[in-house]
């Protein structure tokens, strides 16, 4: 006999609502794109009203009860499945004071000489070699830029919690977020499921008031009940059980059916991922925590490109008229033009060579994007190939470094989201990693990972293997080409993990620039 469960998978660009039965099916599924995504009331901001979407929630799950007469009404229990390093500031009613402040939000709070810091405790990060990333931390922070900028609102502030929070608080009344749902900027002691201490060297990072947090529980307990409110602005059955899962990125690891350290998973999206499990804690970068699972007793180690294909984007936008063009009249995506001319690129492009750190992370907090290797012999379309081939190059740099953690290199990968459409993309990171790799057949793999999450909670599944094999399918394989991964390791080799060492203070030098030239310095 089949379960069935209400995913909500809270997305960058759209939020998607599907009921999913316990065998993998999506019964029903209603997609919301928003209009527009995000708010940029000045250059690199992003922001949204934070009900914006729970009304496309309630859109999305009346399409559902339009559609399928009493199929909520089957459901036994529901997830949320939010994208993450997100900012909800509410007063003491529990009401957002301004709009949330979304995770590609690039405002800066300059901290001359770390002074949120006492002598000594700067004193350890100089030891440990951690200055910059720790400084790096506490200026993308968003509370250092409400207190200068925004003091009314902070003054105002009662709560500061992610984006899950709030949603779990108008579903459930209940201010509550799992343990799995706070990754980003955020002082959560992950391997034991908790916020850090009031007075522990972590919140001077954040300058989150701990009174301010909401209650954490950990992936797998009951959160709460569909209250009668959200009932009727829902059409979800008043007392339904909401269950702790975790992030999106978590979620979608898990629905691809990578559950240990022998899989990895490869998620590309606006922001690329390379995802390993391991039933131990571990860094994979220093500073960099690994993730609880949206289940309990496993952690799920990350490294991140926040601007993966957001590159492609940013790519046809500025050099991809003609394609859009062409892409019209065949009556096709320009993607899938793109996909095409690269085909008359060359593996390793000619020597062309790109580092995609178009927004930098906590081991390279002061990296700037580079390309290195032009010629005469270089066209646009080998910048679009090396565009791809520097985020494979930087998935498998992280790969590297989660394997020295696990001391385990994974016998196959499972790619998804909106990039495994391109088989062309796929057998790069294949030639790249020299590991077969499998395209996910779901499009929703979140969805099924927060569903196969659920229905753990709810006990219709014992352990995650066994929602693994009802639930995920393999899909299609992509084999290595050895002839092009020894083009791909000479240059990721000598050319790739060079180019940041050799151009670091070249960075520095430009990042000190930027932030000059953006205060009117220059």
């Known amino acids: 006999m089949a379960h069935n469960i209400l995913v909500v998978d809270i997305g960058t660009q759209s939020l998607r609502a599907s009921v999913v039965s316990s065998r993998g099916e999506i019964l029903s599924f209603s997609q919301k794109k928003y209009d527009p995504p995000f708010y940029s009331p000045e250059k690199g901001f992003a922001e949204q009203d934070v009900d914006y979407y729970l009304e496309q929630l309630c859109k999305a799950t009346w399409d559902i009860e339009s559609d399928h007469p009493g199929l909520l ?17 509410l007063d003491e009613n529990k009401k957002p004071i301004r709009r949330a402040i979304l995770w590609m939000d690039q405002r800066v709070t300059r901290i001359p000489n770390m002074s949120n810091f006492k002598w000594y405790e700067k004193a350890i990060f100089g030891l440990i070699g951690m200055t910059d990333t720790v400084k790096y931390n506490s200026e993308r922070t968003v509370t250092f830029w409400l207190m200068e900028h925004e003091k009314e609102n902070w003054d105002k502030m009662r709560w500061f919690c992610p984006l899950g929070a709030y949603f779990n608080y108008k579903i459930t009344g209940k201010l509550v977020v799992s343990t799995a749902d706070c990754i980003g900027h955020y002082p959560i002691d992950f391997p034991h499921g908790k916020w850090f201490s009031r007075h522990h060297l972590k919140q001077n990072v954040f300058k989150i008031p701990y009174e301010s947090l909401p209650e954490l529980v950990k992936a797998g307990e009951v959160i709460g009940q569909v209250t009668d409110e959200f009932s009727q602005l ?16 978590s979620c979608e690891t898990f629905g691809n059916g990578c559950i240990d350290k022998y899989s990895a998973s490869i998620s590309l999206g606006t922001a690329c991922s390379i995802d390993i499990v391991d039933t131990k804690y571990a860094e994979p970068e220093k500073f960099l925590p690994s993730y609880p699972c949206p ?43 793109l996909n095409e001319k690269l085909k008359s690129v060359p593996a390793g492009c000619d020597g062309l060579v790109l580092q995609p750190y178009w927004q930098p992370g906590l081991k390279r907090p002061n990296a700037k994007g580079s390309i290195v290797g032009f010629s005469a012999v270089h066209g646009k379309y080998h910048l679009y190939r090396a565009i791809i081939e520097g985020i494979a190059f930087a998935l498998r740099e992280g790969m590297d470094e989660i394997v020295k953690k696990t001391h385990t290199k994974p016998s196959f990968i499972t790619i998804s989201g909106g990039g495994s459409a391109s088989k062309e993309f796929c057998q790069i990171i294949a030639d ?51 002839k092009n991964h020894e083009i791909y390791n000479k240059l990721y080799k000598k050319v790739y993990l060079k180019m940041y060492p050799s151009l670091k203070k070249v960075y520095e030098n430009s990042k000190s620039f930027f932030l000059d030239s953006v205060e009117g310095k220059q």
């Open 234 to 249: 829902s059409g979800i059955p008043a007392g339904t059980r909401v269950f702790a899962s975790g992030s999106d990125k």
């Open 295 to 337: 289940y309990p007793g496993a952690f799920d180690q990350e490294i991140q490109i926040y601007n993966g294909l957001w590159m492609v984007k940013w790519f046809i936008e500025n050099f991809g008229h003609e394609d859009q063009l062409e892409a019209r009249a065949k009556g096709v995506t320009t993607e899938e033009i």
């Open 73 to 89: 009404s089957t459901i036994e229990g529901m997830v949320v499945v939010p994208f993450r390093d997100s900012s909800v500031i």
């Open 432 to 482: 790249v990693f020299n590991i077969e790799c499998y395209i996910s057949p779901e499009k929703e793999s979140s969805t099924i990972g927060g569903a196969m999450s659920g229905f753990l909670a709810c006990g219709v599944f014992t352990s995650p293997q066994e929602a693994k094999d009802a639930m995920v399918m393999r899909g299609e394989s992509v084999h290595p080409n050895a």
